[in-house]
């Protein structure tokens, strides 16, 4: 029988902000102990974005396995799309589960447009469907078997919205004790996207003062990445003033701890009917966030805390106690599981991660994002290029992550680099990662 899948997606959450990884001061011991009874890939990726709101392609990719650049924009964010023109949905994850015998599930944030969740889902209840909102008033819609969702149906969610979400997944999981098919769970927590407000026992868990601030902090970015005017990098003032944004930290972690401890209700449901056996368990997130580093607030932007995110997998199938180091796409894990459920995809950009898990592969040679036309990055092995194109002015920034994984030091002009840094360039150009309009006028171009 096909597993059971419950995908886990958190807002906002870098790859560095789970206990485990030893990076930062953050507790989450359920996410660290469905990483020891799991796989945890630890260089994962978002393609990039084509609009500020970076979360709503990068779920539309996780949800149709297709890049951001193939996907009608009115998919990316809107609510409902325009009603003057056709817009092309593409076959879901969700509605080819279903096609293959699954129940499909949803609750919490869904940034992708009515239509698609109603093709998505069998069954749901505290769906969200905006980017952002206060997580004690979060206006949430019952499932519509209709399809239709009117705004005027959304009621607010009594309480805070990581308890609901977390609890409504809790529920549906436990309602499927004596159900023979498969069951898709699918919970979006917004947490820890702002307006950060975790509970208070939470947040009693971090005093701001104890919080050192990360090794790649500054007052200011250097130099106009194309968005320093943004409203995600409006939030605090400039310079950055060093006890807001460890105030700021001891929120983030807050909210992650307090979603840690749902991810642990959600997994001791699954085991309390019998299932954990046959059912694989995914945490990922959207984006990561600046928070401070390289005096960005942000996730606009291609440096690791933005580009980077947690992706733990756990369930049959997967190794245990394994740290994968391997170079992947956070939406590889779109026809990831569909392997899993025995159902077969073409991929035109996103493959699965089995070969990857497996140690049948050491990952992909590079990955690439990019932010709008003005910021692309590629990744090799070692060393990460990232070009800005912003009013005509073209810059480049190189980083030896194997020596400098906080990206403090530029190595662009370093001889020593020259060779590979040409060659990330030709290829950065040859996988057109980014609009035609960002393709031509950078150094060495």
């Not at 949905?89 to 109603?118: D, M, Q, S």
């Not at 959207?286 to 440096?303: I, V």
């Not at 950009?349 to 932010?371: D, E, H, I, M, Q």
């Not at 060659?423 to 950078?442: D, I, N, P, V």
Request: aromatic share 8%; with cysteine.
């Amino acid at each position: 029988m096909p597993p059971n899948i419950v995908l886990i997606v958190a807002a906002d959450q870098r790859a560095t902000a789970v206990g485990c990884e030893s990076v930062e001061l953050v507790q989450t011991p359920n996410l660290d102990a469905l990483a020891q009874r799991g796989t945890r890939c630890t260089a994962a990726y978002h393609f990039g974005s084509c609009v500020p709101a970076v979360c709503a392609p990068s779920r539309a990719m996780l949800h149709t396995g297709i890049p951001y650049t193939e996907i009608d924009p009115a998919l990316m964010g809107p609510v409902r799309p325009p009603t003057d023109r056709n817009v092309p949905i593409p076959p879901t994850l969700g509605e080819k589960l279903r096609r293959a015998g699954y129940h499909c599930f949803g609750t919490g944030k869904w940034h992708n447009g009515v239509e698609t969740f109603a093709r998505s889902f069998d069954s749901g209840d505290a769906i969200f469907f905006y980017g952002m909102a206060d997580h004690w008033f979060t206006p949430a819609h019952a499932f519509d078997p209709s399809g239709s969702y009117p705004e005027t149906a959304a009621r607010n969610a009594p309480g805070h919205s990581t308890d609901v979400f977390g609890q409504t997944a809790v529920d549906f999981i436990q309602s499927q004790r004596d159900r023979e098919n498969p069951f898709f769970c699918y919970c979006a927590f917004t947490s820890p996207h702002d307006p950060r407000t975790p509970p208070d026992a939470y947040r009693r868990m971090y005093d701001p003062r104890q919080i050192d601030l990360p090794p790649n902090f500054l007052p200011e970015h250097p130099f106009d990445n194309g968005e320093l005017e943004i409203r995600d990098e409006r939030l605090l003032g400039r310079p950055r003033d060093t006890k807001e944004i460890q105030r700021s930290l001891a929120a983030y972690y807050a909210m992650i701890s307090h979603m840690d401890t749902w991810i642990g209700r959600i997994c001791e449901a699954v085991d309390s009917i019998g299932k954990t056996a046959n059912t694989l368990v995914v945490h990922t997130a959207d984006h990561g966030l600046a928070l401070g580093q390289h005096g960005l607030l942000g996730k606009q932007n291609m440096y690791e805390h933005s580009v980077r995110v947690p992706l733990i997998l756990a369930g049959p199938g997967v190794p245990e106690g394994r740290r994968n180091p391997g170079l992947c796409y956070q939406h590889d894990l779109h026809p990831t599981l569909l392997e899993f459920a025995g159902i077969p995809d073409e991929g035109r950009l996103f493959t699965s991660l089995l070969p990857l898990l497996n140690g049948k592969t050491p990952g992909r040679n590079t990955v690439v994002s990019a932010y709008r036309d003005c910021q692309r990055m590629i990744r090799g092995d070692r060393l990460k290029l990232i070009e800005y194109r912003v009013s005509g002015d073209a810059r480049r920034q190189v980083f030896d992550l194997t020596e400098d994984p906080w990206e403090r030091n530029d190595r662009a002009e370093d001889s020593h680099f020259a060779e590979e840094i040409a060659r990330l360039a030709y290829e950065s150009r040859r996988r057109e990662c980014s609009t035609g309009r960002f393709s031509s006028g950078l150094p060495g171009a």
